[in-house]
Structures are given as C-alpha cells and as structure tokens.
C-alpha cells in the first residue's frame, strides 16, 4: 500500500531530510504537509549514544515536528552508507540539513558533489550564522540568535533587562524561511533545468524578523528600546486592566482613537489638549494609558470585548494556551488536527496555517518509528533485497 500524501501540491517532490532538533524539521514539515515525499534519513539505533539533541521521541514536541514523513537509517560515515545515500540523491529533488558548515564538506554531500550527482537537486542547509565568515564554525542555538539578533533587547518591561520570547522564534523562521527558498528554487528550475543552493541561518531569520525595528535603525538610525507590552510606535495600542483580568486594545490612528473614546464613556479625551493629535499620544503615553484604563477598570473583559467589537475598536482576550484552543474562532478554523495512530489511538497536532481550495493539507500519518520505512524506501528507489540485505549485514542502515 503506497505511502499516503497529506496534500497534492507538493507531491511531485521527493526530500530526503537529514535534519535534526527543530529549524530543520520545521522546514521539512512544511514540505511534508503539503505532500512532498518526504525520506527522514537518521542514525541507526547502533550508533546512538544517549538521547538525541531533539529529545525524547515520543515528547510531544517531536511529534509534532515529524508526522507525514517516513523514516530510514543509514550510516552515512560509513562507505556503504554514503553509496546508498548517494543512490537515493540520484532520484530526489531536494536535500535539506542543518549541520554545522562543515560537516557536509567532510561527510562529502555539499551541493558541488550533489550536483555532480543530479544536477537538479535543490540542497538547503540552515546554519546558526551562516555558511561562511568569521562565525562559521560556532554552534548556533535559537536563544543565541534571539540575542544576537536583537530580539532579547526590545522584549520585556522597560529597564527588565534582556528577554528571551517564549518561542524558539529564530528556529521556527529559519526554517520556514528554507521552505520558501526550497520551493522558489524549484519553481526556477522548471525554467532552468537545474537545482542550486539554498541557505539561510538563525541569525539572519532573526534580523528579518526584526522588521520595521530594523528599518527604524537602518534607515533613522532610532535604536528601539524595551515598550513592554505596549507597541513601539502605535499609540494606544497595549495590555489594559479590566474587573477580571486583562485586555489588549489597538487604538492607533484618529479614527479609532476617537472611536475608543466613545466606546469608554470619555469623549472629553478626543479634544483634551495633551492627545489630540497622533504625536501627542505618543509624547504623553503613559497618561494616555492611564485614562483609558481608569475606564477599562469598571468592567469585565468579556463586556468590553463585545463593546469594543460593536464600536469597531480592535481588541481581544489574553489567553493561556488552553483558554487558545477552546476559543469557538479557533475552532472553527480546525487549526487543531486530529490523526489516528497505528495502534488506533487519536493524536492531535499543530496543523497548517493557510489553506488551499483545492489541494488542501492533511495529518495523513504520524510521526514514523526510527527506520520504520527502511527497506520500503529503499526498495522503491530501485535497491534488490539482496542490496538490502548486505547494506543490513554491513550495519549501514
């Protein structure tokens, strides 16, 4: 029984993912849930020494980043192993990694010698800092890049010091920033014939990322600072107490300005001579937040939420993550999806965040049991089972 695709839009592809912990099974998830053929390449379980950098298979973090994909082992130091993998490389499109730079050039599968093998593979490599210059060889982590990057320092309550934001934000963009480059590579080659290189690394992710606080730099040469909760520029927007709990409330802009105004019993504050303007608010922040929540205060944060919306106010609830998927939006958007395991016991994962009308994304399958699809892979990319059997003998997969 063939393997199930969880999409048709990729389907066309074969990736074989030599990636491990998080940016790069981030990248490969998102090939793998809209249906690439996805080949996870791991170390055979003799090779092992303790528990993998990704953690415990069976934590729910791993999972999560490894369903729709089929898993072999090989042993790519070893001589056999490297020949298999090269044989696999012959008939995939892509190859996707995240060692450190040099660990391809010394195993022997860096694009020059892929592409001498199949001049159309797409290889993609994702590095802590890059695949070349001073930083090179440094081991790279999502923190470090989320320091590095510039992140940490405009994170948290003014004064608070350095904070880390509560995802691995740097890994997560890295990775989805190396599918995007992967299927733009493959779009080329429908014109070129030919695959290339595609790499990016945490840090650069997390510049990107840094967005219009790095325009503000580069361009005004403003260093952004710690805003808290608040938003740097847009005024009011922020967290705001209410009889129960909090709310946040995004005001920015006259209109809406004066539309908050109304909808908290305070239209004096339209005309008051301190926020009349945008540069005024945003000169006298603190006071500005100070009369909107002196009004937030008298009422639950379900009774403004229904104000607001009807007052055409943006704003919404601060949920724990629980609270997230109980949300009837949430719901709806069946972003919370549901697999049956082998043993028939259901799995709920994160599932993707667009969609597509007519080649959808599914949860197909759930993550593989280490070299589970071995010999099935193999077989399919031509291999006799005596091949097998002698790369089995050789303990190479």
């Known amino acids: 029984m063939p393997f199930p695709r969880a999409s048709e839009a990729l389907s066309r592809f074969t990736v074989l993912d030599l990636t491990r912990v998080r940016s790069g099974p981030t990248c490969v998830r998102q090939l793998a849930d809209w249906g690439a053929n996805v080949i ?9 020494k303790g528990e993998g950098a990704g953690g415990p298979r069976e934590n729910a973090d791993f999972q999560n980043l490894h369903r729709n994909k089929r898993s072999v082992t090989l042993d790519l130091k070893s001589p056999q192993g490297l020949a298999a993998f ?14 450190r730079p040099d660990v391809k050039d010394r195993l022997g599968i ?47 309550l003014p004064g608070q010091g350095p904070v880390r934001v509560g995802i691995p934000v740097a890994d997560l963009c890295a990775g989805l920033f190396a599918a995007l480059g992967i299927q733009t590579a493959l779009l080329e080659r429908e014109v070129s014939g030919e695959g290339q290189w595609v790499n990016t690394s945490l840090l650069q992710a997390q510049i990107f990322m840094l967005d219009f606080q790095a325009a503000r730099w580069l361009q005004m040469q403003e260093v952004a600072q710690q805003a ?62 100070s009369a909107i929540e002196v009004k937030t205060v008298s009422k639950p944060s379900a009774a403004w939420i229904d104000i ?23 719901k709806h958007l069946g972003i919370a999806q549901a697999a049956k395991k082998p043993n028939g016991e259901t799995q709920t994962f994160v599932g993707q965040p667009f969609a597509l009308s007519r080649t959808p994304s599914r949860i ?32 190479a997969v």
């Not at 290889?123 to 989320?146: E, K, M, N, T």
């Not at 209109?255 to 009349?276: F, N, S, T």
């Open 86 to 99: 090269r044989r696999l490389v012959e008939k995939a499109d892509v190859v996707v990694e995240n060692f």
């Open 110 to 156: 860096n694009y020059d010698a892929l592409k001498k093998i199949n001049k159309r593979i797409v290889l993609a490599s994702i590095s802590g800092f890059g695949q070349d210059g001073p930083y090179r060889d440094r081991p790279g982590f999502d923190q470090i890049a989320q320091g590095m990057g510039g992140l940490m320092s405009i994170t948290g």
């Open 364 to 395: 197909v399958a759930t993550p593989p049991d280490q070299g589970q699809h071995t010999d099935e892979v193999f077989r399919e990319f031509g291999f006799s089972d005596d091949e097998i059997a002698a790369l089995h003998r050789a303990k």
């Open 228 to 289: 808290g909760n608040d938003h740097p520029t847009s005024i009011p927007t922020g967290v705001f107490k209410t009889s129960d709990g909090h709310i946040n409330i995004a005001a920015a802009g006259q209109v809406m300005w004066e539309r908050l105004c109304q909808a908290i019993g305070a239209p004096e504050l339209i005309d008051h001579p301190d926020y009349k303007t945008g540069l005024l608010r945003s000169k006298n922040r603190n006071a500005v937040n």
């Open 40 to 48: 996870k390449v791991e170390t055979p379980p003799h090779l092992e």
């Open 308 to 330: 607001f919306n009807k007052a055409g106010v943006p704003c919404g609830p601060i949920y724990s993550i629980d609270q997230v998927f109980a949300d009837e939006q949430v």
